[in-house]
C-alpha cells in the first residue's frame, strides 16, 4: 500500500531532550516536507527537501532540524525541545519536486514538550 | 504574497442540509494550484481535489462540489445532503508555480454536522 508513515505517532517529552520523528514514504517520491499545525494558524511549512541531500527551510524552520539521506526517510530532530513547538506534526510527500503533484500527508504525530 | 482565507471558522448545520465552505486566495502567479483537505477527528488529512489554475470547470465528486472562480479569486468546496460523517475540519491550499514548493493553508473551517 503506498503510504507515508511517521513515528511516533505521539510523544510527550520534556525540554531540552532531544527527539526525533521519523517519516518514510513508499513512493519513490522526490519531495518531501513537514509541516506543524496549531489551533488557529493551520499548517505552516519547516521543512521541505527536493531529493536526497537537498533541504531547504520553510516558513518556520526555527528550532528544528532535517536530513535526507535516503530518498525514502525524512527525519524531523528537535535539538532542544521547547514548550512552542508542542504541535501536531505532519510529514508529506509528493512524486517531483514541485507542487504540481499533490501532496499525501502521514497520520501526524501529537508532541507534547514539558 | 501568496495567500489563502478561510472566513468561516465553525459551520454548524443538521443532516441533510447543504453547506459551503469558502476559499479566497491571493496570488500574483498566473500558474498555481488550489487543494481541498479534509483532516476528520481522527487526525489525518486526507486529500479531497486538486485544480489548476488553468482549468476553472466546476467538479462534482458525488456530494462533493468545488466552484473555482478566478474573477473572484475563490475555490468554494459544497457538500449536498450532508451526513455526520462529514464533520472534519476542512483546509484550502494554495501552490504556486513559481514560488517555491510550499502549500499554503488557509486556516480552515470547522464543520459539525449533526443529526
Known amino acids: 500500500e503506498a503510504q507515508v508513515t511517521q513515528n511516533p505517532r505521539y510523544l510527550i517529552t520534556v525540554t531540552g531532550k532531544k527527539l526525533t520523528v521519523t517519516c518514510s514514504q513508499n513512493m519513490n517520491h522526490e519531495y518531501m516536507s513537514w509541516y506543524r499545525q496549531d489551533p488557529g494558524l493551520g499548517l505552516r511549512q519547516i521543512y521541505y527537501s527536493m531529493n536526497v541531500e537537498v533541504t531547504d527551510k520553510g516558513d518556520v524552520p526555527e528550532g528544528y532540524k532535517v536530513s535526507r539521506k535516503e530518498k525514502r526517510n525524512f527525519p524531523l530532530i528537535l535539538e532542544s525541545p521547547s514548550p512552542n513547538q508542542t504541535s501536531l506534526y505532519f510529514c508529506?510527500?509528493?512524486?517531483?519536486?514541485?507542487?504540481?503533484?499533490?501532496?499525501?500527508f502521514g497520520p501526524g504525530t501529537r508532541l507534547l514538550v514539558l | 504574497a501568496q495567500k489563502v482565507t478561510q472566513a468561516q471558522t465553525e459551520i454548524s448545520v443538521v443532516e441533510k442540509e447543504d453547506v459551503t465552505l469558502d476559499c479566497v486566495y491571493e496570488?500574483?502567479?498566473?500558474?498555481?494550484?488550489l487543494f481541498w483537505y479534509k483532516q476528520p477527528p481522527s487526525g489525518e488529512l486526507v486529500f479531497l481535489i486538486r485544480?489548476?489554475?488553468?482549468?476553472?470547470q466546476n467538479e462534482i465528486s458525488g456530494r462533493y462540489s468545488w466552484n473555482f472562480q478566478k474573477s473572484t479569486s475563490s475555490f468554494n468546496f459544497t457538500i449536498t445532503a450532508s451526513q455526520v460523517v462529514d464533520s472534519a475540519v476542512y483546509f484550502c491550499?494554495?501552490?504556486?508555480?513559481?514560488?517555491?514548493?510550499?502549500?499554503?493553508f488557509g486556516k480552515g473551517t470547522t464543520l459539525s454536522v449533526s443529526s
Open positions: 491550499a494554495l501552490s504556486e508555480f513559481q514560488a517555491g514548493t510550499a502549500l499554503i
Open positions: 508529506a510527500s509528493s512524486p517531483r519536486d514541485t507542487l504540481q503533484e499533490t501532496q499525501y
Open positions: 485544480r489548476n489554475s488553468f482549468d476553472e
Open positions: 496570488t500574483r502567479d498566473t500558474t498555481y494550484y
